[in-house]
């Protein structure tokens, strides 16, 4: 079966600070991967996409960028943090053109101070 | 772009009290998903609607996909506590947008015991 994993759960960093936030998939060859950012508990924002190794979308101009360096791996980073980066954080996999969804990640509660 | 609008925004009910959520676009969509949120998780799939007309239930949990495939709604009965949670709709449109989710805003459950 399919696992999606993402960590930390939680995370506390200052402001103008690094971000490296990672989500891993097994079980699984060559998955779409994506980000999502969620704000005080409502909407979800997608950030990124991603249908290969080294292909990346961007959906909204931000602070924040994203690599895939192997299939499985999806990484969300920051070079310097921003207060308006707070936020809840999901990672989510599928299959190619599937009509069977998303599956997200437990997700990253990050808190910029 | 393609744009879902999920209504209510938030529910407060009581205990007992059935409940009803749907959402509609001005496009249509070939799949229909309604996923819960638990405060500080990840969105989890409840029911996935692949035909027009479609109803599905899953437990005291009830979704169609509506006839003009523009919409969808769904209905829990006999809420309980463990209810509580963002609902999101979410379609999947054909074409160049195949397997590429829209979710909607989010309805917030309170359930009152």
């Known amino acids: 079966s399919q696992t999606i994993h993402q960590w930390p759960a939680t995370l506390v960093q200052p402001v103008g600070s690094p971000l490296s936030l990672e989500c891993t998939v097994e079980?699984?060859?060559?998955?779409?991967l994506y980000w999502y950012r969620q704000a005080a508990g409502r909407g979800l924002q997608l950030l990124f996409y991603s249908v290969g190794i080294g292909q990346i979308s961007s959906e909204v101009p931000q602070n924040l960028s994203a690599s895939r360096p192997q299939d499985r791996q999806f990484i969300l980073s920051s070079k310097k943090l921003l207060l308006s980066d707070s936020g809840f954080y999901l990672c989510?996999?599928?299959?190619?053109?599937?009509?069977?969804?998303?599956?997200f990640g437990s997700g990253t509660r990050l808190t910029v101070v | 772009g393609q744009q879902l609008n999920q209504s209510p925004q938030s529910m407060f009910i009581q205990e007992g009290e059935d409940v009803s959520m749907n959402c509609t676009s001005s496009s249509i969509f070939n799949t229909w998903l309604w996923y819960k949120q638990e405060p500080g998780e990840g969105p989890v799939l409840l029911i996935a609607?692949?035909?027009?007309?479609e109803l599905t239930s899953n437990g005291r949990l009830t979704a169609q996909f509506g006839i003009t495939r523009k919409d969808s709604f769904l209905n829990i009965s006999a809420s309980i506590p463990s209810d509580v949670g963002i609902y999101f709709c979410?379609?999947?449109?054909?074409?160049?947008?195949?397997?590429?989710?829209?979710f909607g805003q989010g309805t917030i459950l309170t359930v009152h015991p």
């Open positions: 079980g699984t060859s060559n998955p779409n």
């Open positions: 979410a379609g999947i449109a054909g074409g160049t947008s195949y397997g590429k989710l829209t």
């Open positions: 989510a996999w599928s299959r190619y053109r599937s009509d069977y969804g998303y599956t």
């Open positions: 609607l692949y035909k027009a007309g």
